[in-house]
């Protein structure tokens, strides 16, 4: 059973910097996509990064310039660097992972971005 756990999230002001982590337990997901989701409330979830496993990267147009997906495999890890933070950035983060034809989701993690 894959499992993806997400941190990394809190409470900072905007312009300020946060680094999310998800680790995957259950599965090596080296040769896998994997990525960030978000959903701020009221809206529905709305992809932010992703990245390959030859590490090319996909970004939404609002984080990039601001934002890096990395990927350490040896430590089964995605981080998202997250910088010049807005207060529309504000969502619960979640880490997926596509194995096959499915697709895994961390639990979230909150990340609020204060005026």
């Known amino acids: 059973q894959v499992q993806l756990v997400e941190s990394g999230g809190g409470l900072v002001q905007t312009g300020g910097s946060l680094r999310l982590s998800c680790v995957a337990s259950?599965?090596?997901?080296?040769?896998?996509?994997i990525g960030w989701f978000r959903q701020a409330p009221g809206k529905q979830r709305e992809f932010v990064a992703n990245i390959h496993s030859s590490g090319s990267t996909n970004y939404r147009d609002s984080v990039r310039g601001r934002f890096t997906i990395s990927r350490d495999n040896a430590k089964n890890t995605v981080y998202l660097q997250m910088n010049d933070l807005k207060t529309e950035d504000t969502a619960v983060y979640y880490c997926y992972c596509d194995i096959s034809i499915r697709r895994y989701w961390g639990q979230g993690t909150q990340v609020t971005v204060s005026s």
């Open positions: 259950g599965s090596t997901f080296s040769s896998n996509l």
